[in-house]
Nanobody, 123 residues
Framework: QVQLVESGGGLVQAGGSLRLSCAAS????????MAWFRQAPGKERECVAA????????YYADSVKGRFTISRDNAKNTVYLQMNTLRPEDTAVYYC????????????????WGQGTQVTVSS
């Protein structure tokens, strides 16, 4: 079993920054690709960023590219999402997800999920 716990969400003004963290436990962290998803009210959950086991590959949704950066520290069993130049449309619950071995970008392809952390961007 893999447990994932997100932190770092909060309320910020448009143009501001936040860094989300996801701490993993229960399995060998380096065996898992990781991703950040978000879900706004009335919308489908979407992948905003993903990263492979060794950080050799990354993926970003068009809506966040150039503003968000995903990274991981396998020694600390932690994945991060640095969010800059935040916009009101970024408001959502952000979820950390883990998938064994291979990097994916679809909700139904991930094995483990965190509880989510709320990000609210005001104008």
């Amino acid at each position: 079993q893999v447990q994932l716990v997100e932190s770092g969400g909060g309320l910020v003004q448009a143009g501001g920054s936040l860094r989300l963290s996801c701490a993993a436990s229960g399995r060998v962290f380096s065996n898992y690709a990781m991703a950040w998803f978000r879900q706004a009210p009335g919308k489908e959950r979407e992948c905003v960023a993903a990263i492979s086991r060794s950080s050799a590959s990354t993926y970003y949704a068009d809506s966040v590219k150039g503003r968000f950066t995903i990274s991981r520290d396998n020694a600390k069993n932690t994945v991060y999402l640095q969010m800059n130049t935040l916009r009101p449309e970024d408001t959502a619950v952000y979820y950390c997800a883990a998938n064994f071995l291979n990097m994916r970008v679809h909700v139904d392809e991930y094995d483990y999920w965190g509880q989510g952390t709320q990000v609210t961007v005001s104008s």
